[in-house]
């Protein structure tokens, strides 16, 4: 892909958005607008970076996939458990982490998020229930299961999500995990935003039998598949999932069909997807066609793009910060890498 691919914006005539009867939630829809384009933005500014040369490791850009990090974050609580795959600056920015913390994360400075040593595929914020992005594809299943069997022997009032994508569903976790949450009820919700693409392999050609969500409900999970470019319809998705696993009626499963619209990472020109593909893609971007929604509730041209603005404006200023941050003092190399505190400190 070339990288005027990346640069695009979407803010051009797109897929016309799902119709819709009657009133819609028009603030509730604007605030989702706005924050896809801070997801975006933010996004942006880190292949800004490792252009740069300035980010610690790799970055696996979302950028296309906005509106499921959206939708699937508006209906958690901010102690909520949320756990994320390798592609997860979209799902932390949208439990709430702070924009410039992540991006010095990214760079590895002090004020990171894990003070500069997780980077991307390792992203957390745990002060917003964000327990983590997983270098590991499929590993964050296990997790969360993990977490909510936890909640669910405290009694507590709360739910664990994982957020994985279509190449999980072939690995082990997959099965052990919803599995487990079947078993025994757990308040789990599970999204697999399915691009197509297992990094640079299309997953269909690797996926024996109907499929994710086939898979799910054999293990007695219900499921649902829906556009995850479509903004409305997965938002109801996300909310009648979230509710059930509330009112105690165990995990849920959502496939959310989407197009990734970079390269599996920063560095990757993605030239295995042929460029007429990419470009049908580009006329799927989910911001566009959230905007037209918006458009078609009588939102102005003008209040649209002063969200895309605002945004770019944000994270180039978050940018600046980071790069101008210090690196995080020697000292802290021995933090943080065992329970029983640092390794150069004896026990009494």
Not at 146 to 162: F, N, Q, T, V
Not at 255 to 273: E, I, M
Request: with cysteine; proline share 4%; aromatic share 4%.
């Amino acid at each position: 892909m070339t990288e005027a691919n990346v640069s695009r914006t979407g803010g051009g005539s797109l897929g016309a958005p799902t119709a819709r009867g009657g009133n819609i939630d028009r603030d509730r829809l604007v605030a989702h607008h706005k924050l896809m384009w801070r997801i975006r933005a933010f996004e942006e500014a880190a292949l800004n970076a490792n252009r740069e040369k300035l980010v610690l490791g790799a970055i696996h850009p979302s950028i296309g996939q906005e509106g499921i990090a959206v939708c699937v974050c508006s209906h958690l609580r901010r102690d909520d458990i949320l756990l994320s795959t390798h592609r997860g600056h979209g799902h932390t920015l949208a439990k709430g982490a702070n924009a410039t913390a992540m991006m010095r994360e990214l760079l590895g400075r002090e004020g990171g998020t894990s003070h500069g040593k997780g980077g991307s595929m390792h992203i957390a914020d745990f002060s917003v229930g964000m327990l983590g992005a997983n270098g590991v594809v499929s590993a964050n299943i296990h997790i969360a299961a993990g977490a909510a069997h936890a909640i669910k022997l405290r009694g507590e009032d709360r739910i664990a999500c994982s957020i994985f994508g279509d190449g999980a569903i072939n690995r082990g976790p997959f099965l052990e995990g919803l599995n487990w949450a079947g078993v025994f009820k757990l308040p789990a919700l599970f999204v697999c935003e399915d691009n197509g693409f297992a990094s640079t392999t299309r997953t269909a050609e690797m996926t024996s039998g109907p499929g994710a969500a086939a898979r799910a409900e054999a293990l007695g999970v219900p499921s649902v598949q829906v556009d995850g470019n479509d903004v409305l319809a997965l938002d109801e998705a996300v909310g009648t999932a979230v509710t059930a696993i509330r009112a105690g009626g165990g995990p849920r499963f959502i496939v959310a069909k989407t197009y990734r619209l970079t390269g599996h990472t920063a560095s990757d020109p993605a030239t295995y997807r042929p460029l007429e593909e990419v470009d049908a893609a580009w006329r799927n971007d989910p911001i566009a066609r959230l905007a037209q929604v918006l458009a078609d509730a009588g939102l102005s041209a003008a209040d649209l793009e002063a969200a895309e603005t605002a945004a770019k404006a944000e994270m180039a200023a978050v940018y600046a910060d980071a790069k101008a941050a210090p690196w995080p003092p020697k000292e802290r190399g021995f933090e943080d890498v065992q329970d029983a505190g640092d390794p150069r400190i004896d026990a009494v």
